[in-house]
C-alpha cells in the first residue's frame, strides 16, 4: 500500500508525492455522473435531487418569477445532463453546474430582451446611495427578495457580480456589453436597493 498523508483540517488528500487524491464525497460524485452518464435514471433522480434545491434559488434571482424560473431549472437539468460527459472531475462539480444554471439563465433573459441596459440606468438616475451600512438591518430572504424585485439588467449584473463573483470582464463577454456599463449596472442596482431598503426602514 502507498503512503500517503491527509490533512483533515484543511480536507486535503496527498499522496507521498504531494500530488491531490479525491475525497470519498468526490469519488461518489464521481460515480453518480458516470452511472448518470450510462443512462441510469435511479442516478439521475439522485442528481436532480441533489441539485434541484440549490439551483432553484439561483434560477429565481436571475429571472424574479417563480413560474418561469421552474422552466429555466428543467432547461438547465436538460442541457447540464446532455453535456455532463464534459465534465472532466476537474474542479467542484457544483461549481460546474452553477455555470450552466446560470447560462441558462442569461439564454432566457435574452430571448425576451430582457438585458436592456440604457433605460434602466436612466431610470435609476437621480437616485441617492446615502445610506449608512450599520442601518441595513435585513434579514437574508427579504434581501433576496428585493433582489429579485431588481429590474431585469439591475438584476443579472448584481447577481452575477456579488452573488456568483464573476468579474466585470466576465460579465461583459456575457452580456455583450461593456466593463464600463457592468461597473455602472451593479453602481445602479446597489443604489435601487438601498433605496427599497431605506423606504422599508422608514415605514
Same mark, same amino acid.
Given at each position: 500500500? !502507498? ?5 483533515? %483540517? ?16 468526490? &469519488?461518489?460524485?464521481?460515480?453518480? $455522473? ?7 435514471? !435511479? ?23 417563480? !413560474?418561469?424560473?421552474? /422552466?429555466?431549472?428543467?432547461? %438547465? ?8 460527459? +464534459? ?9 460546474? @453546474? ?31 446611495? /446615502? $445610506? ?5 438591518? $435585513? ?5 433576496? #427578495? ?12 448584481? &447577481? ?10 466576465? $460579465?461583459?463577454?456575457?452580456? %455583450?456589453? +461593456?466593463? #464600463?456599463? +457592468? ?5 445602479? @442596482? ?11 426602514? &422608514? !415605514?
Amino acid at each position: 500500500m !502507498v503512503p500517503f498523508c491527509i490533512y483533515v %483540517g484543511h480536507e486535503k488528500f496527498m499522496d507521498q508525492k504531494g500530488r491531490r487524491l479525491n475525497t470519498v464525497a468526490e &469519488n461518489f460524485d464521481l460515480q453518480l $455522473i458516470k452511472s448518470c452518464i450510462k443512462g441510469d435514471r !435511479v442516478a439521475q433522480k439522485v442528481l436532480y435531487d441533489r441539485l434541484a434545491p440549490r439551483m432553484f434559488p439561483l434560477c429565481i434571482r436571475y429571472i424574479g418569477d417563480r !413560474v418561469q424560473a421552474e /422552466d429555466v431549472l428543467q432547461d %438547465g437539468f436538460i442541457t447540464l445532463f446532455t453535456h455532463l460527459e +464534459s465534465y472532466k472531475g476537474e474542479g467542484s462539480f457544483e461549481g460546474w @453546474a452553477r455555470r450552466i444554471f446560470v447560462t441558462t439563465a442569461l439564454m432566457t433573459l435574452r430571448k425576451k430582451d430582457a438585458l436592456k441596459m440604457s433605460e434602466e440606468i436612466d431610470q435609476a438616475r437621480g437616485m441617492k446611495a /446615502d $445610506i449608512p451600512s450599520q442601518g441595513q438591518n $435585513i434579514g437574508y430572504k427579504e434581501l433576496m #427578495t428585493l433582489v429579485m424585485s431588481l429590474p431585469p439588467g439591475f438584476r443579472t449584473v448584481f &447577481n452575477m457580480y456579488a452573488i456568483e463573483g464573476y468579474s466585470h470582464k466576465e $460579465i461583459a463577454e456575457a452580456l %455583450g456589453i +461593456s466593463e #464600463t456599463t +457592468s461597473r455602472t449596472q451593479l453602481s445602479r @442596482a446597489r443604489t435601487w436597493l438601498q433605496n427599497r431598503i431605506k423606504e422599508r426602514e &422608514n !415605514v
